[in-house]
């Protein structure tokens, strides 16, 4: 039985107790939270105010749900104390401090990985596997809606590094390419410092071409994503678990004295039947299966680098009003 400790007990901090309380092979023995302990009746297990405070109960990893403003000082904490830990995407606030984190990681040689639950998310598993079994033939275009109201929890970020992040990781995982430039536009309409609606576009090094809005603006939640491919379209509901394929109908030609244009139909519409599982839970087990040696099946932190790099040349080219190549 693997000893756990959860770092943070904010909006997320919440889901990662619910579900290290009930993961199997798993004893969550401890919360670190500077919140009064007082207000943190729903916690069967002991709550320190700091982090220096588990320094004695011999914990085999941590989970880290701290503000992203936090992931430094604590990884590099855990790195010292020679505790591996799966830390909360962003990996942090800027590249520079994420080098910090990975060069301490790799210093003390510990374990450590990073939450992208999106990966997680059976729709999007099972479109990855399609993808590689050439469902769609070559990928043209990839587009992504993550948009909803303000979560009064995030004060320290904009929706980039709290949204868009995921959409930038998912994005270069499903078709295993990476961002080679983006250009960007934000807006601040809620009166806080940082940008709450950004239009992102962006070419990967495969040549398919992304597109990326979000925002925390929309009265509707809305987290989707069409992936464009010779073939067909493959449409995903990572909110509710669904994954639908639009196949590519007849080819048709239209004749003009000026131009010949080819295009499509709409042809069979299948919507796949698959075991829906919760995304946090199996995200869970496969770094518990990483720290027992079972597998390897978790974002490094290298990967997670990469996605800040290209929140960071969003953010510059949004402020910069140009393209950004990466």
Same mark, same amino acid.
């Given at each position: ?24 092979? %798993?004893?969550? *023995?401890? +919360? ?11 916690? !069967?297990?002991? =709550?320190? &105010? ?103 929890? %995030?004060?320290? *970020?904009? +929706? ?11 994005? !270069?995982?499903? =078709?295993? &390419? ?149």
């Amino acid at each position: 039985m693997l000893k756990v400790g959860l770092i943070g007990l904010g909006v997320m901090g919440k889901n990662h107790l619910r579900v290290l309380s009930t993961t199997e092979g %798993i004893e969550l *023995v401890a +919360v670190i939270d500077p919140q009064d302990p007082t207000l943190l009746a729903e916690v !069967s297990v002991p =709550v320190y &105010s700091h982090i220096e405070e588990i320094n004695k109960l011999k914990l085999d990893y941590c989970v880290v749900a701290a503000p992203t403003a936090f992931h430094e000082e604590i990884a590099l904490s855990l790195s010292n104390k020679r505790i591996p830990f799966l830390l909360e995407k962003p990996i942090s606030f800027n590249s520079k401090s994420a080098k910090k984190i990975i060069k301490s990681v790799q210093e003390y040689k510990i374990k450590a990985g990073i939450g992208q639950i999106e990966r997680y998310n059976p729709a999007l598993q099972l479109a990855k596997a399609k993808i590689s079994e050439g469902l769609l033939g070559s990928i043209y275009q990839i587009s992504t809606k993550r948009q909803g109201f303000f979560p009064s929890r %995030i004060s320290d *970020v904009g +929706v980039v590094l709290d949204l868009a992040t995921h959409d930038i990781d998912l994005t !270069s995982w499903v =078709v295993e &390419s990476r961002y080679q430039r983006v250009s960007a536009n934000s807006a601040f309409r809620s009166g806080r410092s940082h940008e709450d609606l950004i239009s992102i576009s962006g070419t990967l090094e495969s040549g398919v071409i992304v597109n990326h809005i979000v925002n925390w603006l929309s009265p509707l939640k809305e987290r989707s994503i069409q992936i464009i491919g010779e073939k067909g379209i493959l449409a995903v509901d990572t909110l509710n678990s669904e994954l639908t394929y639009y196949e590519n109908g007849s080819n048709f030609i239209v004749d003009t004295e000026k131009d010949e244009f080819k295009g499509v139909s709409q042809g069979e519409v299948v919507k796949f039947e698959f075991e829906k599982y919760e995304p946090l839970r199996a995200e869970h087990e496969s770094f518990r299966d990483y720290i027992l040696n079972r597998s390897h099946n978790i974002v490094e932190l290298k990967s997670a680098l990469r996605t800040l790099k290209v929140a960071e040349a969003i953010i510059k080219s949004s402020e910069a009003n140009k393209v950004v190549n990466l």
